[in-house]
């Protein structure tokens, strides 16, 4: 028999059980160890179904309850899967959902890492750790033959001490970028790779080679780093075939869900199969993508990245052409209203 666990994020230990079917009401009190009297002692209620592999989320107390930073509403109810995140309430006290067999005792390895955030790669695919040999390709797979610095550099495994479970996958960036058939390049301080979902028919994504989460963990003291990470990513742009043709914009999502610091590098054209939904296409419409130089200039001033609050609902924008501002009702009228953009 299949069983449901409510998982605390910042204490494995706090592990609330949902049965199937069942309705539970969780809040303010010993269970969840909540003492924050903004959170009501019945401020949401979870509905797990076992067979389905969801909860149901509602949010019964007045102050908000979110899934993945987008608050909920009161009384509204949401689908919550494992690897998203649940946040009691004012976004904090995060807990993940996790499914198990009811004899087990212990909690699946490969579901202790849930994602960050709400937007990008949501069909991700784990690759295995391999060996890694220099190549520059494109995203579609034919060979060019760049300027950049072809210094054999070996395989880098980060320079944290603590060991990573790659196998959730959210941590899926963290396997491709030791995939020598995803690297388009590397240098002693980064790695470029094809973005294994391509949104457009040129987009790559620059990873330091550091352990560094996301934006939240930028510095001053990355400010180089976020520089050279910038030049190669101009480099790669220089490099394509079509650039005469294509644009192309340099960015960061402000709430990523892959672990690991990336910088897309995406031509504007968007034609890709891999743009499936509203979500996709907000990610990189909106201000939900930050330029390139903007944090640059953000963490030269102000030493951190600052998201701005209800930055989240701009994933909920309704679908609108990036270039004439049409507004489209539908993913497949969208992509067939961009073919007018697209260059002679």
């Not at 998982?7 to 009401?25: D, I, N, S």
């Not at 080679?209 to 934006?215: A, C, E, G, K, R």
Request: glycine share 4%; proline share 5%.
């Amino acid at each position: 028999m299949r069983v449901c666990w409510l998982v605390g994020r910042e204490k494995c230990t706090q592990r609330v059980k949902l049965p199937h079917l069942e309705a539970v009401v969780v809040g303010r009190g010993p269970e969840t160890g909540i003492t924050d009297k903004k959170c009501s002692r019945q401020q949401v209620q979870l509905k797990a179904d076992c067979n389905k592999g969801y909860v149901t989320v509602k949010q019964i107390g007045v102050n908000p309850t979110s899934v993945d930073l987008v608050n909920i509403g009161k009384d509204e109810v949401v689908k919550m899967k494992p690897g998203q995140v649940l946040y009691i309430v004012n976004n904090l006290y995060p807990y993940t959902v996790q499914f198990a067999e009811e004899s087990e005792k212990t909690i699946p390895e490969t579901e202790k890492m849930p994602h960050e955030g709400s937007c990008e790669n949501d069909d991700i695919e784990l690759v295995p750790r391999k060996t890694m040999k220099l190549e520059v390709v494109d995203t579609q797979g034919s060979s060019t033959n760049p300027k950049l610095s072809n210094t054999s550099v070996t395989t880098h495994e980060g320079t944290s001490s603590k060991k990573e479970h790659l196998g959730h996958w959210s941590q899926g960036l963290k396997s491709s970028m030791q995939d020598p058939k995803m690297q388009v390049y590397k240098d002693e301080k980064i790695v470029v790779i094809k973005d294994k979902y391509p949104k457009a028919r040129y987009h790559w994504l620059v990873l330091p080679w550091d352990p560094i989460s996301s934006l939240k963990s930028v510095s001053r003291d990355h400010l180089a780093l976020l520089e050279h990470m910038h030049a190669v990513g101009q480099k790669m742009i220089e490099q394509c075939p079509a650039r005469e043709s294509l644009e192309f914009r340099l960015g960061y999502h402000a709430i990523p869900s892959m672990s690991q610091l990336h910088l897309h590098v995406i031509s504007q054209d968007f034609d890709s199969l891999a743009l499936k939904t509203k979500k996709h296409w907000n990610s990189f419409t909106t201000d939900y993508f930050l330029n390139s130089q903007d944090v640059i200039e953000m963490v030269r001033s102000k030493g951190k990245v600052v998201v701005k609050d209800h930055t989240s609902e701009l994933l909920k924008l309704p679908l609108r052409c990036h270039r004439c501002k049409q507004q489209l009702s539908t993913i497949p009228q969208l992509k067939e209203h961009l073919r007018k953009h697209w260059p002679k």
